[in-house]
């Protein structure tokens, strides 16, 4: 079946503007991730969904970094007023459940340049 | 907090070769462990799992063993083909969280 698909695979854009990277998961896939990729921090938590539950924001690195999950499907993660440090790949994941040992599926990713 | 430590790369091997690349992490209570792999222009994907003590992990000859003692997880495998190039991932889920933690990842590049 489909995997975890992202959108755009790539993404240009000045700094100060916003920019909106979006995830469609798993069919079925109640937990949804978002990770960030970058060569000085490797790879970062940045928010999770569970189901209709409070997402866990902990790993935003800003106020400028916000998601969101409509339906319970599609995420967005919203990223306002980008600086160069917010360059970095972009990767949503999907589990079939928020349990500890349900694998994590990665989606390609979404590369963000600043420029 | 839980965190992952891998062994720094790049490590280069030749055909045939026997792979080894070290993991041990720190975590609260039972964690489950990972190995992802992430192939030249691809994304991650995973590649094996283990999710209580002394259970082994294992696919495409590759497996990793849960060592609570030694808090550790490491790769092996024992005849790598030029195909396993890519950057290897050590990443563990805590027992009470969701999130994965993550090694800083080891590229591993297999000459012919």
């Known amino acids: 079946g489909a995997g975890v698909s992202q959108s755009p695979s790539n993404k240009v854009t000045e700094k100060g503007k916003d920019v909106e990277l979006r995830c469609d998961p798993i069919s079925g896939h109640t937990a949804l991730y978002w990770y960030r990729q970058s060569l000085g921090q490797g790879l970062e938590f940045l928010i999770y969904f569970q189901g209709n539950s409070a997402p866990d924001k902990s790993g935003l690195p800003s106020d400028r970094f916000s998601a969101e999950r409509t339906g319970g499907s599609v995420s967005t993660l919203t990223i306002q007023r980008t600086q160069q440090e917010d360059s970095a790949v972009y990767l949503c994941?999907?589990?079939?459940?928020?349990?500890?040992?349900?694998?994590?599926?990665f989606g390609d990713g979404t590369r963000l340049s600043i420029l | 907090g839980d965190s992952v430590t891998q062994m720094e790369g790049p490590v280069t091997l030749s055909e045939e070769a026997f792979l080894t690349i070290n993991c041990t992490y720190t975590?609260?209570?039972?964690?489950?462990l990972f190995w992802y792999v992430q192939y030249p222009g691809e994304g991650l994907q995973l590649l094996l799992k283990a999710t209580k003590a002394d259970d082994k992990g294992s696919n495409k000859g590759f497996e990793a063993t849960y060592r609570k003692e030694t808090t550790s997880f490491h790769l092996e495998k024992g005849s790598v083909q030029v195909s396993d190039s890519a950057v290897y991932f050590c990443a563990l889920r805590g027992a009470a969280g969701n999130k994965l933690t993550f090694g800083g990842g080891t590229r591993v590049l297999v000459k012919p």
């Open positions: 975590a609260t209570g039972y964690p489950s």
């Open positions: 994941a999907s589990s079939f459940q928020g349990a500890g040992n349900q694998p994590q599926h």
